[in-house]
DNA sequence: CCCGGTTAGTTGCACTCTCAACGAGAGCAC
DNA sequence: GTGCTCTCGTTGAGAGTGCAACTAACCGGG
């Protein structure tokens, strides 16, 4: 996703199922699009790097502990943490059991649901997390809050809120697949 | 990557950091940064799901022939295209190999340096790549275009743009691994 | 109570990607 | 030319992930 195509076509469609206007591959909105896309495929292999070399920790691995971290009494059921981390639910179980081998959760059988099954952070892990957050936030703060002024802020996390909220909703409009619902 | 610790959710800015003031985990200013990492994880998944069921392609293998597409002879070396879709070597290889299993591209010996090999896309690949490129676009435009306005796109555009320049400057010079140079 | 349908989590398999090691060739020094 | 080193692309091994199938258990209707 970093060019896209050369002919253009500018015609006017009456496209209505989704309502949009056609976007030539020579679209100059379509900037936008390729500096967010770019911009995320860098900072994100960049802030993945940095965790890895200093704590062993991928950001999916990263996450899924602050979950638990942010979940009242540090647990959450596999589903409600899939969900959360944006994982399927096979990948989920497979991620808990690294952690697990790690000492950086516990897996204990759900109380009101004998098919359930919730990670719990262990008190290592909440240590390993407080270390892994200080290397994550500074790399976020350096690499890209620095960058970034405080309208521009204001305008990424308001347009891009919108985009989520409308990938959801196009979504269910037109049947397809809910994702998993994170918050 | 879905919320950093307990989330604050206090909107007022606070002094503009832009000397890397170090980032605590309720620091409003994450917000931008998490809307930024969500709305990505959203939008590539359903992107992904869209071309993949009407076209069985994925959007690495999508970016790969728009990069061909748009090179001089709709060809590149293997290495060049590594670079501009963002994989490693093996990656790369192991893509074109499906890429030519499909007939999108081929592969020839590179007439100048006898180790290379080019990958050049074949007349089904431009219009298997032109009726992706609907698609694809299509969702670009009814997920992301249309719910940001002008002066967003331009913010994204600046910003995000000083981003990704940011992440490979900071690269170099903190000696961090180079990861290819896309774009 | 029991029975069918649904949901939670795990597991087998397939797929994609990376890293490390490799063979082949390029390119410079002498 | 010969030798040394670097680069190009491929390959094998291994990690991470999703889908589909499976087991176990929940739940609502007889």
Tied chains: 1, 2.
Excluded: K
């Excluded at 989704?18 to 936008?32: K, N």
């Excluded at 704590?55 to 942010?70: F, G, K, P």
């Excluded at 004998?114 to 703060?141: F, I, M, N, P």
């Amino acid at each position: 996703m970093t060019s896209e195509l050369v002919a253009a076509r500018e015609t006017r469609a009456p496209a209505h199922a989704t309502a949009t206007i056609p976007v030539a591959p020579t679209d100059p909105r379509l900037d936008a699009w390729r500096s967010f896309v770019h911009a995320h495929a860098r900072l994100t292999r960049r802030l993945d790097e940095e965790l890895q070399a200093a704590h062993r920790l991928s950001l999916a691995e990263y996450d899924a502990m602050l979950q638990l971290a942010n979940a009242p009494g540090r647990r959450l059921r596999m589903s409600a943490l899939a969900d959360r981390v944006l994982l399927s639910r096979s990948g989920i179980t497979r991620l808990v059991d690294r952690l697990v081998a790690a000492g950086i959760v516990e897996r204990t059988a759900c109380t009101t649901d004998a098919r359930g099954a919730e990670a719990s952070l262990t008190r290592e892990g909440l240590e390993r997390l407080r270390a892994a957050s200080r290397t994550h936030l500074d790399g976020v703060g350096r690499l890209f809050l620095d960058v970034v002024t405080a309208e521009e802020r204001d305008v990424l996390t308001g347009a891009l809120g919108r985009v989520l909220d409308n990938v959801g909703r196009v979504g269910s409009e037109v049947g397809f697949a809910p994702v998993s619902g994170t918050d």
